[in-house]
């Protein structure tokens, strides 16, 4: 704990209070005739940094300050979003994060029905829509899923945001609710490809397993004979789809363009999950070597 004296910050009218006690507060106390820049500067830079600015009001001074780091067990922590066309093989790429990295996994469409049926706020007011066969509002999705990253779990352990935001207007929402990724995922796969692993998917109304005709065929006549398509895995919707899609991620990829990796989504799946290795471990690294820097500046002044 330093003390900044009487030069950094002051009360215009401090409340009468015991000497002895003291008291905490997460914000400056700013604006009185004693008022430091040096104030503003300390609460900005440890934001920045990750870190809590602590004030403590000082036996008949002014106050005294220290650092916490926010609730993060440690740097290995990451907030990453990943988005492709459908087929594109995410879902296997998500699995793959998660079991090396051990993020928190959030699909929207998993978290949305999982409120409709918990019977949230949130969810009640999801299903209001859903059973009009209205689309549900994005400022519910949005709500949904940033109380879903607010969650120990999330904040301890990181969080991988699943095909979501999908538009220009959940993208901007995020932001302006301070959630922001340190990684943004695409990946990448020709439309030729995606066309063939959508038109060739078969379902097991059984099992429930996915089958593809190429790709993964059933194992046995039987089950083959009992193969579902879904309605639109045809040619000419699976495009339609696509278009949708190109249209929606180009806005997307406007806000965070500046952290974005695009993939190659045409290779094994092995080959992409390396790529994204890659990515994953170049943010890690960033974080360390920016953390190791603040640590040396804040030992200096200490």
């Not at 910050?9 to 003291?22: E, I, L, V």
């Not at 507060?25 to 830079?45: M, Y």
């Not at 990181?158 to 207007?169: C, E, I």
Request: proline fraction near 4%; charged fraction near 25%; aromatic fraction near 6%.
């Amino acid at each position: 704990m330093t003390c900044l004296g009487c030069l950094s910050f002051a009360a215009a009218k401090p409340a009468a209070a015991n000497p002895s006690s003291t008291s905490s507060s997460s914000k400056p106390v700013v604006g009185g005739p004693r008022s430091s820049s040096l104030s503003v500067a300390l609460f900005s830079l440890s934001s920045s940094l990750g870190l809590t600015l602590r004030l403590d009001r000082a036996p008949k001074c002014c106050f005294s300050f220290g650092f916490r780091r926010r609730a993060s067990p440690n740097l290995e922590t990451l907030k990453i979003m990943i988005s492709s066309a459908p087929a594109s093989g995410k879902g296997t790429q998500c699995k793959l994060i998660k079991d090396k990295y051990g993020l928190v996994h959030i699909a929207a469409g998993d978290l949305l029905q999982a409120e409709v049926a918990a019977g949230t706020e949130n969810g009640k007011q999801a299903k209001y829509y859903m059973e009009k066969g209205m689309l549900v509002l994005d400022e519910i999705v949005v709500n949904m899923v940033k109380e879903r990253l607010l969650q120990l779990d999330a904040e301890e352990n990181g969080w991988l945001l699943d095909g979501y935001p999908r538009s220009l207007s959940q993208a901007v929402a995020l932001e302006n609710l301070g959630i922001h990724p340190e990684l943004f995922i695409l990946l990448d796969v020709d439309e030729d490809i995606l066309v063939e692993r959508v038109v060739g998917r078969r379902l097991d109304p059984v099992t429930g397993k996915i089958y593809h005709l190429k790709y993964s065929p059933p194992e046995i006549e039987e089950i083959a004979a009992r193969l579902t398509q879904r309605f639109d895995d045809t040619e000419e919707k699976v495009k339609l789809r696509l278009q949708t899609h190109h249209q929606n991620v180009e806005a997307v990829l406007g806000v965070y363009e500046n952290i974005t990796v695009k993939i190659n989504g045409n290779a094994p799946k092995g080959e992409v999950f390396s790529e994204i290795d890659v990515a994953l471990s170049e943010v890690l690294d960033k974080k360390s070597k920016e953390s190791s820097s603040s640590m040396t500046f804040f030992s200096s002044v200490s």
